[in-house]
């Protein structure tokens, strides 16, 4: 298959798949702010999720990407089969560990996360996701590195179906918050059961392979740091916000950051392509300058989603929430650009893992991580919930130039002036629209439709023709 059309199909059918996934939580989220009226606990709920996240960050030890990498390695089947069934130990085994951990340390956990010892108990609910969440991760491997795409749209559906269903009936039985976490686990764990049940084949725990296992960590451990730097962009706003202002307003922005989140349907098209698509073409003799182009295009469709998704996000909150959750609107502009400036970073820092200089990329996003740490620490008190979603955006901003430069000089990657005056304009825009009080959206989101146009309407014209 011609590799343009490998990669466009991947990307749209993950597209695709990733949008039917949310649509539930997106038609589900007015129904559950308005059952949960109080957004601080709305804030607990969206700490559980970020102790699972963090707790899961380290309890993969990287061995799912390792397992990705060594995958396509060989052709013969026997060996993927050892790959993925060392990994499958591998996790297991560190995921018990690890949320055991957790449950010792609960009161430690709830003071560091919620601010109080008291909420321990929402610390050892996390314990139980952390386990759930890491095992799914792998166990359910095989089906996206097969590419089996129709099988993601149903498990993502049916996922999202039972637990908004099983936590909607226990929110109005008068759990509040703990009706969203337990409903959460519930369906973590029918999704574990799905993906074991179907992928069952392909983890044969006879089959572990010490070599294989040396392999897997060798390369994964160096990068667990990078996805712990991932959680701390995504939730250390958070924890800031909760010890900075309160726990209203980490519901409050956690609204916000959830309405962003329809940015995760390209980041997804892309995350759910990428992996299959980078590796199997790691080989390549043209790969740097077809990285280079896809890097170059995906950078324009970020920031051209973002203009003309803020044309509609006043209505969209106004029609839709009410009382303190409306104000979530002023987060939402670059919450909604952070994950694809992410997205970014991912397919330039991918040329250090093909070369197997992991730690570079780490090193990359560990500077981003820095920025976001030090500007939420200035920003928190002076913008609110607004001044740290800039942070996080900034942050990334950061960690892409720095790979960039790195890329750019080991001749891995090759960023045209055309891209630069684009990203100019498109930066400067976003800094100006901060700088404004009020949500004045208009004048830099059409300074960045007009710049992609007047730079590459000929490329969209050649795309729009050969499909």
Known sequence: MNRKRFFIENFLAYGAINALDKIVPVIMLPIVTRLI????????????????????????????????????????????????????????????????????????????????????????????????????????????????????????????????????????????????????????????????????KDFIFSLFNKKIAKELLKFGIPIVPCFVIYWAFNSMDRIMIAHMLNLHEVGIYSIGAKVASISTFIYAAFAGGWQYFAFSTMRDKDQVIMTSKIFEYLSVLSFVALSFSMFIVPYVFDFFFSGDYIKGIVVFPYLFLSPLILMLFQTAGNQLLVVKKAYLSTGCLFIGLCCNLILNYFFIPIYGIKGAAMATLLGFIVSVFVVLIVTINMKLLIITKKLIAFLAVAVGSILFLFMQDSTLYFLPTLCIILMSLFLYAKDFLIFIKMH
Not at 126 to 148: D, E, H, Q, Y
């Open 37 to 200: 009226t109080d957004s601080a606990d709305y804030g607990k709920f969206e700490m559980f999720n970020t102790i699972v996240s963090f707790g899961s960050s380290f309890a993969i030890l990287g061995v799912y990407d390792a397992m990705f990498r060594e995958y396509f390695e060989r052709e013969d089947i026997e060996y993927k089969n050892i790959v993925t069934s060392t990994a499958a130990r591998i996790v297991f085994i560190s995921s018990t560990i690890f949320s055991c951990v957790l449950i010792v340390g609960a009161r430690l956990i709830a003071e560091l996360f919620l601010g109080s010892q008291q909420n321990w108990h929402i610390a050892v609910m996390a314990a139980i996701g952390v386990f759930l969440a890491a095992n799914k991760t792998i166990i359910s491997a095989p089906t996206r590195m097969k590419n089996l795409r129709k099988v993601y749209v149903f498990s993502g559906l049916s996922y999202s179906l039972l637990y908004y269903l099983i936590s909607i009936v226990l929110i109005r039985e008068g759990f509040n918050y703990y009706g969203l976490i337990i409903g959460n686990i519930s369906a973590s764990v029918y999704l574990v059961l799905f993906f074991y049940i179907l992928n069952r």
